[in-house]
């Protein structure tokens, strides 16, 4: 957010991240606030759609999501969602540091909350080579003969983990990327007390992530 002396004369000259189409730097904040939330929405809808087809067709074949997830390793996943849940913490530690205008301990926390989904994404790199390497694809691609698959739809489970996962993963790559970029902008000192909207907003999408993949842990790996 950004206020200073602008906020109480309406002056827009004084402010630089003041774009020119707000009233001053309370609206502009709140503006951001309600977009990224909205955005949000529509985000939660998509993974709605995922959740509730997983729930019907797991509801239909109940047999073969329990085989699907037994070959899962559960404690991987669990702790993708340790190192998730420790990133939320440093994401939401940065923008604590930036109201007080600590920038380097911000800055500190925005690496390893990038740090954090680098290991996220190693671990599930290294879960989607093993269900290759035995023969786990989705759909009519799983090798049954090389898997030894009990249900002979067993591809649709796997349907399902690959795209859920996948898109979650997008997320997580989307999300680094924007933190990378808040990152370099902090070490230059553009943000502060007086202005961490971005931050604040990217935080907002960072910590929607996570709280997906708190859902997809238990539903894909314990529940199957």
């Known amino acids: 957010m950004s206020i200073n002396s602008s906020d109480t004369n309406h002056s827009h000259s004084h402010d630089s991240h003041l774009a020119h189409h707000f009233k001053n730097a309370e609206h502009q904040f709140e503006s951001a606030k309600q977009g990224i939330w909205l955005f949000m929405v529509t985000e939660i809808l998509m993974f709605g759609g995922l959740f509730v087809g997983y729930s019907i067709f797991h509801a239909i074949y109940p047999k073969m999501f329990a085989e699907g997830a037994s070959h899962l390793d559960w404690r991987l996943g669990f702790v993708n969602t340790l190192v998730l ?11 604590h540091h930036l109201q007080k205008n600590e920038k380097s301990k911000a800055v500190l926390k925005l690496w390893l909350t990038v740090a954090c989904g680098v290991i996220f994404m190693c671990i599930k790199a290294y879960e989607y080579s093993s269900k290759f390497h035995h023969g786990l ?8 003969a090389h898997v030894g698959a009990e249900a002979a739809n067993l591809g649709m489970y796997y349907g399902f ?5 996948g898109l ?6 989307i999300g ?12 230059k000192g553009e943000f502060g007390e007086n202005y961490f909207t971005p ?26």
């Open 85 to 95: 849940i420790f990133s939320s913490y440093t994401m939401a530690m940065s923008i």
């Open 137 to 144: 694809f989705p759909g009519r691609y799983l090798d049954v």
């Open 161 to 165: 983990y690959f795209c859920m996962t």
């Open 168 to 173: 979650h993963g997008i997320h997580v790559l």
């Open 176 to 187: 680094m990327g924007l933190i990378v970029w808040l990152a370099l902008r902090a070490q």
């Open 199 to 224: 931050v604040e907003g990217v935080g907002i999408f960072w910590h929607i992530v996570d709280l997906i993949w708190i859902f997809l842990f238990p539903l894909l790996y314990l529940v199957g």
